[in-house]
Structure formats: structure tokens, C-alpha cells
């Protein structure tokens, strides 16, 4: 699946492709298009999940500066193979744990769990905000969102 300018404008919850755009490249978020065609940008399934991490994280009144900062705590490669699973319904859940602290062995904190288990023990060893977005991608999956 393929999507627009538009569509992540709408999961990261901006009012305009382009005020979307002008933060993509001030913030630098990781977030690649996968082809052009007709002069239209066109962008893989992990740039909607990096979008709904956005949105969340606006619905918490984090500032988009904050935001980026905060997707940089997470193993964005364990998540987008998690992503590719989930996709092919080979795991259950999606869910991101952030950790509060900048300074946290990125190999040693776990970051993408496929069970609320592993989130629970995660959250008993660290300070982490967690994000379930098993719902969101699975909507989008089927186009209903």
C-alpha cells in the first residue's frame, strides 16, 4: 500500500499537506517516500505508523519539536519489521514503549513489543509512555481509516 501527501497529513492530525511537509523537513522525521509519480510523493505503510505516533503524541500536547526528538528513542528497525508482521498477520499487537530518558541503551531497552506482557515488565524496569497501535494500523489495513 502506497499513500499520500494527504493521507499522512490526515493520520498525524495536520489541517494541510503542506504545513505537514514544512515539519517533515524541519524536524527531520523519518519519514522517506517510496516512489514519485505524476510529481506526487508517494510513501510506504511505516510512514503512516510514524504519522499515528505523531498524532498520538500531539493528543498528549507533546510539541512536534518534542515529538521528533522522542521518535529517536525508539528502534525504528524493530519497528517497521514488527509492522511488516503485523501486516501479514503474523503477530497480534503493535505497541511502542518511549523511554523518558534520552541516555537508555538503545540494545538494551526494548522499545516494540508484540505483547502487553513484555510492555508491563518494560514499564516496571524503566519510566516509558506506551502506545497501542495495533487498532490504528489495523484500520488503516483495511482502508476503513
Not at 84 to 94: H, T, Y
Request: net charge negative; with cysteine.
Amino acid at each position: 500500500m502506497l499513500f499520500t501527501t494527504k493521507e499522512l497529513a490526515f493520520y498525524a492530525d495536520y489541517k494541510t499537506p503542506e504545513a505537514f511537509l514544512v515539519d517533515k523537513r524541519r524536524y527531520q522525521l523519518p519519514i522517506i517516500p517510496s516512489r514519485k509519480t505524476n510529481g506526487q510523493q508517494l510513501f510506504p505503510l511505516r510512514a503512516v505508523v510514524i504519522c499515528l505516533m505523531l498524532y498520538r503524541l500531539k493528543g498528549w500536547g507533546v510539541p512536534m519539536s518534542c515529538a521528533a526528538e522522542l521518535l529517536g528513542r525508539i528502534n525504528l528497525d524493530q519497528l517497521f519489521e514488527t509492522l511488516d508482521l503485523l501486516a501479514a498477520g503474523q503477530v497480534d499487537n503493535l505497541i511502542i514503549t518511549i523511554p523518558a530518558h534520552p541516555n537508555l541503551d538503545e540494545e538494551d531497552t526494548k522499545t516494540i513489543h508484540t505483547d502487553l506482557a513484555t510492555v508491563q515488565q518494560t514499564q516496571n524496569e524503566i519510566d516509558v509512555m506506551h502506545i497501542n497501535l495495533t487498532d490504528l494500523v489495523q484500520q488503516v489495513l483495511k482502508g476503513a481509516f
